[in-house]
T-cell receptor
Framework: DAGITQSPRHKVTETGTPVTLRCHQT?????MYWYRQDPGHGLRLIHYSYGVKDTDKGEVSDGYSVSRSKTEDFLLTLESATSSQTSVYFC?????????????FGPGTRLTVL | GQNIDQPTEMTATEGAIVQINCTYQ??????LFWYQQHAGEAPTFLSYNVLDGLEEKGRFSSFLSRSKGYSYLLLKELQMKDSASYLCAVRESGGSYIPTFGRGTSLIVHP
């Protein structure tokens, strides 16, 4: 199994509070991704990173920011959480972005915003 | 952009064969992935197709027709543990090359 961990695994927070989710990998993969998964929508890309300090927006980036100061860590921040951000968040990694390389997913973080 | 369509739910009997279809529309195709996701768990990679034809991997096979914008995942000798969601993801050439996921097909295997 690819070495990917996410923390916390579960979190309940209140509307308006800041939240940071952490993804940590031990594979030294260049690409890292944050997705959210909601019933009826499948996996949707929030942000991704193609190297240290290199990040870009995905399909549903509004209300989220990311940072990657080290190869192994990719942080997702909700500056002011809203109920619409209640979801399951998955981090993923891949060796390369363009050639045949599947994504490996972390165990997920279940976030509830009250 | 991409439009990826999969059936929402399918049911099948243990020991049978089931085919899960995925259709897509894209301006520049660059590969199609299938993932399996058990309830409450992370998706895991099953197969990858970039050329037309069938890729076989044990009980699972994946087929691609680029001209028709069509793929299917074939599961043989179904087992109860195959009850899961199956996600089709399509990668487009140009841009970020990051696959876009369909909404997934929930497969329920009955004894």
């Amino acid at each position: 199994d690819a070495g990917i961990t996410q923390s916390p695994r579960h979190k309940v927070t209140e509307t308006g509070t800041p939240v940071t989710l952490r993804c940590h990998q031990t594979e030294n993969h260049r690409y890292m991704y944050w997705y959210r998964q909601d019933p009826g929508h499948g996996l949707r890309l929030i942000h991704y990173s193609y190297g240290v300090k290199d990040t870009d927006k995905g399909e549903v980036s509004d209300g989220y920011s990311v940072s990657r100061s080290k190869t192994e860590d990719f942080l997702l921040t909700l500056e002011s959480a809203t109920s619409s951000q209640t979801s399951v968040y998955f981090c993923a990694i891949s060796y390369s972005g363009t050639s045949y390389n599947e994504q490996f997913f972390g165990p997920g973080t279940r976030l509830t915003v009250l | 952009g991409q439009n990826i369509d999969q059936p929402t739910e399918m049911t099948a009997t243990e020991g049978a064969i089931v085919q899960i279809n995925c259709t897509y529309q894209t301006s520049g195709f660059n590969g199609l992935f299938w993932y399996q996701q058990h309830a409450g768990e992370a998706p895991t990679f099953l197969s990858y197709n970039v050329l037309d034809g069938l890729e076989e991997k044990g009980r699972f096979s994946s087929f691609l027709s680029r001209s028709k914008g069509y793929s299917y995942l074939l599961l043989k000798e179904l087992q109860m543990k195959d009850s899961a969601s199956y996600l089709c993801a399509v990668r487009e050439s140009g841009g970020s090359y990051i696959p876009t996921f369909g909404r997934g097909t929930s497969l329920i295997v009955h004894p």
